[in-house]
């Protein structure tokens, strides 16, 4: 299965700022899917991002509020904007190899 | 849109006990499906998955699973559980493209007791 590295692991952010999270995939991909758990929920899907292309957003997300950037076929970053309490989530990467979805560790994120 | 859904939420049972976990889907279309684990405080991981052929499923830890596609079921089962089960697990679908992304069940939050 495909290794995919997330930084940072965990943050704590003031309420207004930004975050950038990184996913670095070991091989090339051509799509990469970012999902969002939050506390006690299942996993929803915000966005894929396919190289050289603007990213697909779901019904509820917007890329004004998650902007995603995926400058090559290993790599990828998703920006939380102006951040509220409410963003205090787990957010994963994920790609697939073999048909099979393959997620990483994530990034806990803390809204104070 | 592709549902999942899942209906026990919480389950409770002793070691050794026999665990049933419910999944129906909504899709008319082909789907591959997929049980996700979740052990607390660790990340996602796949249990076993269903492409086409033999409709039961054999995963890890002794876990299988099965296919009704007239039922738009995936249950997933283990004949006797371990204390180590206790975990959220999480039915997924997609559909046949595969474009599109996981959709999820809920999650059901198993917890064994010894």
């Known amino acids: 299965s495909a290794v995919i590295s997330q930084k940072p692991s965990r943050d704590i952010c003031q309420r207004g700022t930004s975050l950038t999270i990184q996913c670095q995939v070991d091989s090339q991909v051509t799509m990469m899917f970012w999902y969002r758990q939050q506390p006690g929920q299942s996993l929803t899907l915000i966005a894929t991002a396919n190289q050289g292309s603007e990213a697909t957003y779901e019904s509820g997300f917007v890329i004004d509020k998650f902007p995603i950037s995926r400058p090559n076929l290993t790599f990828s970053t998703l920006t939380v904007s102006n951040m509220s309490p409410e963003d205090s989530s787990i957010y994963l990467c994920?790609?697939?190899?073999?048909?099979?979805?393959?997620f990483g560790s994530g990034t806990r994120l803390t809204v104070v | 849109a592709q549902s999942v859904s899942q209906h026990n939420h919480h389950v409770i049972l002793s070691e050794a006990a026999s665990l049933e976990l419910g999944c129906n889907y909504s899709y008319g279309g082909t789907v591959n499906l997929f049980w996700y684990v979740q052990y607390p405080g660790q990340h996602l991981q796949l249990l076993l998955k269903y492409f086409s052929g033999d409709p039961l499923v054999k995963g890890i830890k002794g876990f299988e699973a099965e296919f009704i596609k007239s039922k738009f079921s995936f249950n997933l089962r283990k004949p006797s559980v371990q204390w180590s089960d206790t975990a959220e697990y999480f039915c997924?679908?997609?559909?046949?493209?595969?474009?599109?992304?996981?959709?999820f069940g809920k999650g059901t939050h198993l917890i064994i007791q010894p």
């Open positions: 997924a679908v997609i559909s046949g493209g595969g474009a599109d992304g996981l959709t």
């Open positions: 994920s790609v697939e190899r073999d048909s099979t979805p393959t």
